[in-house]
């Protein structure tokens, strides 16, 4: 992506792309982090519009912005 974004921001940002609509639980399982690191991440991809929550807080998850052309 670009400099801005640290190795684990990109591995979330990988998953987040090939499992869309994951909540912060289930992604801070798959990288193997506690839940408010996942969080740090999240919402660092998320300033940086890379993704965003859709849905309700308890049943939402993320999703990748791709590119708009």
Do not use: C, M
């Amino acid at each position: 992506v670009n400099d801005t974004v640290n190795s684990k921001e990109q591995e979330v940002l990988n998953i987040i792309k090939q499992y869309p609509g994951l909540n912060s639980s289930k992604i801070a399982r798959l990288i193997g982090k506690s839940v408010p690191t996942a969080k740090r991440y999240l919402n660092s991809l998320v300033r940086l519009d890379l993704i965003e929550f859709r849905g309700a807080q308890k049943n939402g998850g993320y999703y990748w912005n791709s590119p708009k052309r």
